[in-house]
C-alpha cells in the first residue's frame, strides 16, 4: 500500500466471543514539530530495514580473508575504484565476484533462506552469512546489557554492526538495496489502541525495544499506548514488523499508526508517566480469570502468596470491576487504598516480572483480606475463613461469597434440601441455578463437556457454560429441574479456588441479589440485602466499582455462542469500519445492556437485566452515568427503543432532560437528540455490525416482542436491508394475545388463541388447553379476544412456541420466561431420531414472485431515497401457522410422542426460512432474537440455509437477545442522523 492512501485492514475476524479486530495501520513523516496525532493509513515496511535486521556483517579483515587472492592495498584499491567508476581487472575481478556472491548468499540470508552454494565464492559466502548470524546475536546481546548499564551509545548500535565499506559494496553488487540506511537514525513515534492497558504491554514493548538496542519511551494515555523509539533505521523497522506479532497474551491491537521525527537524543529506554490528557477511547480490560502460574503460586507452601486468595499479574485478575478513571493504573483503581510492600513494589518496578506494573498487585502483607461473618460480625479471618466456610457449607448452609464483580449465593450442589431452601429464600421457583466447580476435571464428573466446550470453560473469559448433564451426576435434582443441561462455571478466581478446594465438591453459585434485583457489591449492602437469604457471608476489603455477573454462553453451530455478555467480555467494545457520532443506546427493557460510541468503537457495558423493579433502573442508570464518566463523553444523540412504554425510553427521556437543564446551566444550549430505532431493525443491524458486515441481508428476527410501526406487536420478522433502511418483506401470521403481557407468563393464553383463531376449541388434542382453564377463566378470555379488550395483536415466533409447547401438555404456566420453549426444544434433543419423515408446513401466503430480488431492491432503495428506516412492504408474504397447529393437534389426539412433534415443528420452521431466503435470492441471511438461543432451531436452520447456498450471520460478540439490542441501535441512530445531516 502506498504512503498517504487509505487505512488498510489487516487480519480476519473469527465467529468467537472474545473478538479481536483486525490491525489498522498508518504511517507518516512529519517534521519534529508537528505535535499533532497521526491519522491512520497503512504501515510501509522497508524491505531493506527487513533485510539488515536478519544478519550483521563482519570486519574489513573477515571479508579479506574470505576473497581469495586479495590484498588489503588490492581491497582499497576496489573500493576506491568501485566509488569512482572505474575498472578492474585481474585479481580484483576475483575480488568482485566474490563480493558478488557474497552479497547475493546474504539476501538469501536475510529473507530466511539457506545461502545457495555457488561455487568457491558462494562456499566462502555461505560460511559468511552462518558467521554473521552469530557475531549479529553477539552484538545484540552485548547492546542489550550496555543499555541496561546506561551505556546507550552502544545500545544504540547493538544488533547491527556499524558497516563497513567493502560490505556495502558487496550488498550493492547483490542488488539488495542502500545499505547506509542501517547507520542512518531515526525516532519513530508510535500510537497504539486495543487492548494495550493492564495486560503487559508497556513491559512487552520496553523488552523489544531493549532487545533491539532502541532508546525512547513507552506510556499510556487516555486512548491507548504511545511509543517513541529511536535508533538505525533497520532496528526500528524491526520493531515496527515485530510489535504486532510478539503482543502479550491478552493484548491486541485495533490501530497502529507511526510517523517519522528527527532523532531526539535520547540515551536510554524508559516506561514514562501516563498521560491522562485527551480524548478517553481506551480498552479497558474485563475481568480475567487466574492464570496457572499464579495458582501454582497459591498453592506452593513455600511461596510468600501461598493461599492468599487476591493473588494476579498482568495474565489475570480484576479489571472492570475495579477501573473508576483511565488510563488503566493503580491511582485509578480500587487498589489505590493499599500500599505496596516492598516486595511487591520490586516485582512491580522490575521489567523482567510478570507483575511488572500489574495494577492490583498485591501480597498478604500489604493487600486486601478476607473474613466470614455472621451477624455482623467477624467469626475467622484469612485462611481460617475458608475452613469455616467449607465446613458450613458441609452442615448444608447457604454462604454469601464475594467475588470479583460482586456476591454470589453458594450451597452444595448436590444438598436436595440445601438448594430447596436457597430457592425460597431467594424466591426463584424453577429457574435454572449455575454451578461452579473447582477445576475443568470436576465438572467433568458432572457433565458431557466437549473440545470446544472445555476450551471456553477453561478460557479466561471463564463464562458458565451450558453442557448436558450425565444421568448419573452428583447434583441435586431442584438444581435445573427438567433440564438436561447445566450452566457450569469452573472456579475463576483464587478465592473461588481456595473455597471450593477446601469444600471438595461443586456448589451452586447464583447471583447474589432477590429474584429481579442487580447483585450486591458492597459489603454493608450485602449485610443487608443477603441478610434474611445466607447464612453467613465470606468477605473481604477490596472495593468493587461496579457490579459485573457472569457471562453466559453455549457452543452451538460448532461455535461459542453468547447468551449473557458481563465477566470476562464487557466492557469491550465491537469495531466498526468507520467512526461514529458519540451516540449512547439505552438498550432494550429485557436483558438490558447500555452501549456508547466512542469513534470507531461502540462499548457495552455489562448485563443489567430486566427493568422490572425499582433496583433494576437504577442500576440501569447507575451503568449509564459510569459509562459516560469513564470515557468521559458527551453524548448529543440518544437512541431508544420505539416501544413508548419500555422503562428504558422513559429512563432515556428522563436523562435527556436532566442532562440538558445541567449544560444549559454551564451555557451549553446544544440540542440532545433522542432517535427512536425499532426493535426487530435494531436486532438485524446488531448482527450485521457483530459479523463487520455493512449489508444488506435478510434478517430473520424472531423473538417475543417488539413494537412495530403499525402499531401491532412483532415478533416474527423477515426484514431485507441493512442499518440504514429495511424492507418488511414476510412475517408470521398475526393473531391476538389475550391479557397482552400476561400471555409470556402464561403459555396456555396464547395456545387458547389459536384454538380460537382456528375454531378447533373442540378439537380432542385441545383438551390439554382447556383444562388449565377453570370454566369462568376461558370465558372470560374467549369475549376479551371477541371484542378486542386488552388482546394486542402480534406475529410473535416466542409465542407461538408458547402456545405449540402447551398444546403438547408442557408448561402451561411458565416460572421464567422461555421455559415453555426451553421445554420444546429439549423435547426435541431427547429424541434418538429427531424425528420422522413426516413433516408440518407453514403456507406462505401471498405472490409467488419471479422478480422477489428485484422488488426487494427498489423497495429497499426507495426506502432509501424517501429516508424512511422500515418500508412496510405493500404485499409481505405471510407464513401461516395454522397447517402446523392443527397437524400438532391431531398428534397429540393420537397420543403421538412429544419429542416427533417438537422435532416437526422445528423442522416447518426452518422449511420456511429457506422458502423466503429462496424467494428473496438473498446471498446472505442474519439471524437474530431470542429464538435463536434455541440450539435445535439455530443449528438446523444454520445448516440448511448453508446447504442451499446462503452466506448465514449469526452472533458471536453480543447476545442474539435483547442483550445485543443496543449495538444495534447505535448504528441505526448513526445512520439516521446521517440522513438528517448531523446534530446541530
Known amino acids: 500500500m502506498e504512503e498517504g492512501s487509505a487505512v488498510e485492514r489487516l487480519g480476519q475476524k473469527g465467529p468467537t466471543p472474545r473478538h479481536r479486530p483486525p490491525i489498522a495501520t498508518s504511517t507518516s513523516a512529519v517534521t519534529d514539530s508537528d505535535a499533532t496525532r497521526p491519522s491512520a493509513s497503512s504501515v510501509r515496511t522497508d524491505s531493506v530495514a527487513l533485510m539488515v535486521r536478519a544478519f550483521a556483517l563482519r570486519s574489513i579483515a573477515t571479508m579479506s580473508a574470505i576473497v581469495s587472492g586479495s590484498t588489503p592495498t588490492g581491497r582499497a584499491s576496489l573500493v576506491r575504484s568501485k566509488v569512482s567508476g572505474k575498472a578492474n581487472t585481474g585479481r580484483n575481478s576475483t575480488t568482485e565476484r566474490g563480493l558478488r556472491a557474497c552479497g547475493a548468499a546474504l539476501a538469501d540470508f536475510g529473507q530466511g533462506r539457506q545461502p545457495a552454494q555457488r561455487g568457491r565464492e558462494g562456499n566462502t559466502t555461505g560460511s559468511l552469512a552462518s558467521g554473521c548470524a552469530q557475531d549479529h546475536a553477539d552484538s545484540r546481546g552485548n547492546g542489550r546489557q550496555d543499555a541496561a548499564r546506561g551505556a546507550p551509545g552502544r545500545a544504540r548500535t547493538a544488533g547491527v554492526v556499524a558497516l563497513n565499506p567493502a560490505c556495502l559494496l558487496a550488498c550493492r553488487f547483490a542488488g539488495v538495496g542502500t545499505f547506509e540506511l542501517a547507520e542512518r537514525k531515526e525516532r519513530l513515534r508510535i500510537e497504539t489502541t486495543g487492548a494495550v492497558q493492564g495486560v503487559g504491554f508497556r513491559p512487552f514493548v520496553y523488552r523489544l525495544a531493549t532487545e533491539l538496542a532502541l532508546v525512547g519511551w513507552v506510556s499510556n494515555d487516555s486512548r491507548g499506548v504511545v511509543i517513541e523509539v529511536e535508533g538505525p533505521s533497520a532496528c526500528t523497522g524491526a520493531f515496527l514488523r515485530r510489535l504486532p506479532k510478539e503482543l502479550p497474551s491478552r493484548a491486541f491491537l485495533n490501530t497502529l499508526g507511526h510517523r517519522s521525527l528527527p532523532p531526539a537524543g535520547y540515551t536510554a529506554f524508559v516506561i514514562a508517566k501516563s498521560d491522562d490528557r485527551g480524548s478517553k477511547t481506551a480498552v479497558v480490560l474485563p475481568d480475567i480469570a487466574v492464570c496457572d502460574a499464579c495458582m501454582r503460586e497459591v498453592t506452593t507452601s513455600t511461596d510468600r502468596r501461598y493461599r492468599y486468595p487476591f493473588t494476579n499479574c498482568t495474565h489475570c485478575g480484576p479489571r472492570f470491576s ?15 487504598q493499599f500500599q505496596m510492600c516492598p516486595d511487591c513494589q520490586r516485582e512491580y518496578e522490575s521489567v523482567t516480572d510478570r507483575r511488572f506494573h500489574a495494577q492490583p498487585n498485591a501480597c498478604p502483607r500489604c493487600g486486601p483480606h478476607v473474613w466470614l461473618a455472621r451477624d455482623a460480625r467477624s467469626d475467622a479471618e484469612r485462611d481460617d475463613a475458608f475452613c469455616l466456610a467449607a465446613q458450613l457449607l458441609e452442615q448444608g448452609k447457604i454462604l454469601g461469597v464475594k467475588g470479583l464483580g460482586g456476591f454470589h449465593l453458594m450451597v452444595a450442589a448436590a444438598d436436595e434440601a440445601a438448594v430447596r431452601e436457597l430457592r ?14 473447582p477445576d475443568l476435571d470436576a465438572a467433568k464428573q458432572l457433565c458431557r463437556i466437549s473440545d470446544a466446550e472445555a476450551a471456553l470453560l477453561a478460557s479466561p473469559e471463564a463464562p458458565i457454560v451450558l453442557v448436558e448433564r450425565w444421568p448419573d451426576a452428583a447434583v441435586a435434582e431442584s438444581v435445573a429441574p427438567d433440564n438436561p443441561y447445566l450452566g457450569v462455571m469452573v472456579a475463576y478466581t483464587p478465592l473461588h479456588r481456595l473455597l471450593l478446594r477446601q469444600f471438595g465438591a461443586a456448589v451452586v453459585a447464583t447471583s447474589g441479589n432477590l429474584s429481579d434485583e442487580p447483585i450486591c457489591i458492597d459489603n454493608d449492602e450485602a449485610m443487608r440485602r443477603l441478610g434474611s437469604i445466607a447464612d453467613a457471608l465470606l468477605l473481604h476489603d477490596r472495593p468493587i466499582e461496579r457490579h459485573v455477573d457472569d457471562s453466559v454462553a453455549a457452543v452451538v453451530a460448532a461455535a461459542p455462542l453468547l447468551l449473557r455478555r458481563a465477566r470476562g467480555y464487557a466492557p469491550l ?16 427493557h429485557q436483558k438490558n445492556a447500555v452501549a456508547l460510541s466512542v469513534g470507531s468503537q461502540v462499548f457495552i457495558s455489562q448485563h443489567i437485566g430486566d427493568l422490572d423493579t425499582p433496583e433494576a433502573v437504577a442500576a440501569h442508570e447507575r451503568v449509564v452515568d459510569d459509562l459516560l464518566r469513564l470515557y468521559a463523553a458527551e453524548a448529543r444523540i440518544v437512541a431508544h427503543d420505539l416501544h413508548p412504554d419500555y422503562t428504558s425510553t422513559r429512563t432515556a427521556n428522563e436523562w435527556i432532560a436532566r442532562t440538558a437543564e445541567a449544560r444549559a446551566a454551564r451555557g451549553d444550549t446544544l440540542p440532545i437528540v433522542p432517535v427512536a430505532v425499532q426493535h426487530h431493525h435494531a436486532h438485524l443491524a446488531s448482527c450485521l455490525a457483530d459479523n463487520g458486515v455493512e449489508g444488506p441481508a435478510l434478517g430473520v428476527i424472531w423473538d417475543g416482542t417488539g413494537y412495530g410501526t403499525d402499531g401491532t406487536i412483532w415478533g416474527g420478522e423477515f426484514l431485507y436491508g441493512d442499518a440504514e433502511s429495511v424492507v418488511r418483506v414476510a412475517h408470521l401470521r398475526r393473531f391476538r394475545l389475550p391479557g397482552g403481557e400476561a400471555a409470556a407468563r402464561e403459555p396456555r393464553r396464547s395456545a387458547l388463541a389459536l384454538l380460537w383463531e382456528l375454531g378447533l376449541m373442540e378439537h380432542r388434542g385441545a383438551r390439554a388447553v382447556l383444562d388449565s382453564f377453570t370454566e369462568n377463566e376461558r370465558q372470560v378470555l374467549v369475549r376479551m379476544m371477541e371484542r378486542g379488550i386488552n388482546c394486542p395483536i402480534t406475529t410473535s415466533a416466542g409465542r407461538l412456541f408458547d402456545a405449540v409447547a402447551c398444546l403438547v401438555g408442557l408448561f402451561p404456566k411458565a416460572s ?3 421455559q415453555a420453549p426451553m421445554a420444546l426444544e429439549f423435547a426435541v434433543e431427547r429424541s434418538a431420531s429427531g424425528g420422522d419423515a413426516r413433516r408440518y408446513r407453514l403456507d406462505i401466503m401471498g405472490p409467488e414472485r419471479t422478480d422477489g430480488a428485484k422488488a426487494l431492491t427498489e423497495a429497499l432503495s426507495s426506502a432509501k431515497r424517501a429516508h424512511r428506516a422500515i418500508e412496510l412492504w ?14 400438532v393437534l391431531d398428534e397429540v389426539a393420537q397420543a403421538a410422542a412429544v419429542s416427533a412433534i417438537a422435532a416437526r415443528f422445528h423442522d416447518a420452521l426452518v422449511d420456511a426460512v429457506v422458502e423466503i431466503a429462496r424467494r428473496t435470492a438473498a446471498p ?10 434455541n440450539r435445535v432451531l439455530l443449528e438446523r436452520t444454520h445448516a440448511a440455509l448453508r446447504a442451499a447456498g446462503h452466506e448465514v450471520l449469526v452472533h458471536r460478540q453480543v447476545p442474539a437477545n435483547d442483550g445485543g439490542i443496543c449495538l444495534g441501535q447505535v448504528v441505526v441512530a448513526a445512520r439516521a442522523i ?4 448531523g446534530v446541530e
Open 573 to 588: 467494545p465491537v469495531w466498526l469500519s468507520l467512526p461514529l457520532p458519540t451516540i449512547l443506546a439505552v438498550g432494550a
Open 924 to 933: 446472505r441471511v442474519a439471524l437474530s432474537g431470542g429464538c435463536f438461543q
Open 424 to 437: 425460597q429464600r431467594k424466591h426463584r421457583w424453577e429457574k435454572p441455578l449455575a454451578l461452579m466447580t
Open 978 to 981: 446521517a440522513f438528517r445531516g
Open 874 to 887: 405493500a404485499e409481505p408474504w405471510v407464513l401461516d401457522w395454522r397447517p402446523v397447529v392443527v397437524g
Open 322 to 336: 475495579i477501573v473508576r478513571d483511565l488510563p488503566y493504573d493503580r491511582p485509578n483503581t480500587t487498589m489505590r
Open 816 to 818: 421464567y420466561e422461555g
